[in-house]
């Protein structure tokens, strides 16, 4: 039986999470054209501590509220306590301090946790629904799709509908402007900062439990499936890290499943720089603006 | 000129810059309520800085701005517009990403009187109709004198009390630009809208304004009568080069 049916949907299950992931990377990108390195290693801290939540408490659901409160706390302070004193005019300053960051982190959660993986369970079943002889999602797919799919649909709503949403906009696309229209520039990059560790922190718990489990280094390659994504869609462009996650999901799962998937970073590597060189601004970049 | 002592705005002494050197050199202004005062200059005589400085956007070393009795230096950017000062920069502001609904949302999104913000945002419509014709059109797509509509209605709808506006006529045509003049004096004459212009084309300025400031080296050299200065041709030749 041919598989591709069952590794179509296993990539767009796995590509979901890898567009919330690459999602939070486009937060932050838009409000402060920073690339946030320490995306994965943030994330990383909140699956620790949804992971120690859950074990306290016995409750998934109560690790996944931890999960993503956690990542609001962790974004909102990285920002306004670390970041906000990078001078913005140096990208290369704040690379480093994003990288340096990773390293704390990481560190941290070593010495804490220790460096051996710590598996952690998921809600529902991940066998597999069959539709005769043919495997199809399991039920814990779903759940990750409904998630990230309610996390895309509330986010949607929010920029579009609301004011925060609105003035979150405005302060990505023109600070000085939206200052001058009476927006607190500031409180809204802390704001795309706790929203993109919260969406970030989600999306960790949807995949590192899929895997080995909590480890400070689990996130590292989510990261960077989810930065070629981004990439690939554009780093301005939620709808782009949407499209941009999902097409990765579905190329590592059919390269897994039809070739080696030891390939599979390799043809990832190889669709970043494909689309660097033909699109540099990414597959669902701005239109270019009538000159006036 | 206008009693200093009853000014809505009161500038003294202000020099700003963006390096060591300052570009505005111990600047006097004054404007009274209801009142529009152009300031007019060659490039680089310092107009922009004048109103960035103004609006906190660049920060002041020396010399104090007074609104309507209170000390405006220290006052954060985006609360100016809270203390009733709209800000029109230099090549519009208007945010190409958001539509033209958005944009105006965005000027009065922080009022607490809904109701009148709908109003002022009707006004808007009615007077520039052809931002009510592309109301969901985002502002990339806007022609330069609807962007220039855009942006001076986007400030409008705050209900402002001081207009700092910015080259409002650059790249427009003749008939947009006395259109945009035209609104002001009425604003002006209806609402008691103040108005600091900064403008390159002296004549369409003057014909507007009560009191003209001519900028030099980031130095006011002369602050007179609006019609006053566009009649002195020797002032036109020594600092405005025509």
């Known amino acids: 039986m041919d598989p591709f049916i069952f590794l179509t949907v296993d990539g767009l299950a796995r590509g979901a999470v890898f567009a919330a992931f690459a999602l939070a990377l486009v937060l932050i990108w838009r409000g402060a054209r920073l690339v946030n390195f320490s995306q994965g290693a943030m994330a990383a801290a909140t699956t620790f501590i949804a992971y120690s939540v859950t074990n306290a408490s016995g409750s998934y659901w109560l690790g996944l509220v931890a999960a993503v409160v956690s990542g609001l706390v962790i974004g909102a302070i990285t920002e306004r306590y670390v970041m906000r004193f990078v001078d913005p005019t140096q990208h290369l300053n704040a690379v480093i301090v994003a990288l340096g960051l990773v390293l704390v982190i990481q560190a ?85 900062w706790a929203l993109a560790g919260a969406v970030g922190g989600l999306a960790a718990l949807l995949v590192v439990p899929t895997e080995l489990g909590a480890h400070p280094h689990a996130t590292d390659l989510v990261f960077v499936y989810a930065f070629t994504a981004a990439v690939i869609g554009g780093l301005d462009s939620p709808i782009g890290a949407v499209v941009g996650g999902l097409g990765v999901g579905l190329v590592l799962s059919y390269v897994s499943g039809y070739s080696d998937n030891d390939l599979s970073a390799v043809v990832i590597l190889g669709l970043l720089i494909g689309v660097l060189l033909l699109r540099p601004s990414g597959l669902f970049s701005h239109a270019t603006a009538r000159q006036v | 000129m206008g009693d200093p002592a009853g000014s809505q705005l009161r500038v003294r002494g202000l020099t700003a810059g963006y390096g060591a050197a300052p570009v505005l050199r111990g600047i006097d202004l004054d404007i009274d309520p209801g009142q529009i005062v152009a300031v007019v200059g060659a490039n680089g005589a310092g107009k ?38 709209a800000h029109v920069p230099e090549g519009r502001g208007v945010i ?93 004459d209806d609402t008691g809208l103040s108005v600091l212009l900064v403008e390159q084309n002296v004549r369409s300025a003057m014909s507007i304004a009560d009191r003209g400031v001519v900028l030099s080296l980031g130095e006011v050299v002369v602050t007179d009568d609006a019609a006053r200065i566009a009649e002195d041709d020797d002032l036109r030749h020594a600092y405005l080069g025509f």
């Open chain 1, 108 to 192: 941290i959660l070593g010495i804490i946790y220790g460096s051996q993986y710590r598996p952690m369970d998921v809600p529902f079943s991940r066998s597999p629904l069959s539709i005769g002889d043919q495997p199809l999602l399991s039920p814990y797919d779903i759940f990750v799709f409904v998630t990230v799919l309610a996390v895309m649909a509330g986010l949607g709503f929010a920029f579009t509908r609301t004011d925060i949403g609105l003035k979150m906009r405005a302060a990505a696309f023109a600070p000085d402007m939206a200052r001058l229209l009476g927006v607190n520039v500031g409180r809204m990059l802390t704001l795309s």
């Open chain 2, 48 to 85: 922009t800085t004048l109103l960035r400085t103004l609006s906190g956007l660049v920060e002041p070393t020396e010399g104090s701005m007074t609104w309507e009795g209170d000390e405006l230096r220290g006052t954060r950017v985006h609360d100016l517009v809270r203390r009733g000062i």
């Open chain 2, 96 to 188: 190409t990403e958001l539509t033209v609904e958005e944009n105006l949302r965005l000027g009065h999104v922080w009022r607490k009187d809904k109701d009148d913000a709908r109003r002022a945002t009707a006004e808007v419509f009615e007077f520039f109709e052809p931002l009510a014709r592309r109301r969901r059109s985002p502002g990339h797509q806007l022609s330069g004198g609807e962007r220039q509509m855009l942006a001076i209605g986007r400030a409008l709808v705050a209900r402002p009390r001081l207009l700092l506006l910015d080259e409002p006529s650059l790249g427009l045509a003749p008939k947009v630009t006395s259109q945009i003049m035209t609104l002001l004096k009425n604003l002006r």
